[in-house]
């Protein structure tokens, strides 16, 4: 049977990645461009799946 170690996933990183998408999603969205702001928000999704994964390794 193989032993994993216990890796520390940096949340604070995971928070402000995300906080900053928003934050410039929302700014997309003012402007009206919806497109612009999906595009972030599914972008910053991957980016955070990413650095989550990494930190597991």
Not at 12 to 35: H, I, P, S, W
Request: proline share 0%.
């Amino acid at each position: 049977m193989r032993k994993y170690e216990k890796k520390e996933v940096d949340y604070q990183l995971l928070y402000y990645t995300l906080f900053n998408v928003v934050t410039d999603a929302l700014d997309e969205l003012d402007k009206g461009d919806a497109a612009r702001a999906e595009y972030l928000l599914r972008e910053g999704q991957l980016e955070t799946e990413d650095i989550f994964i990494k930190s597991l390794e």
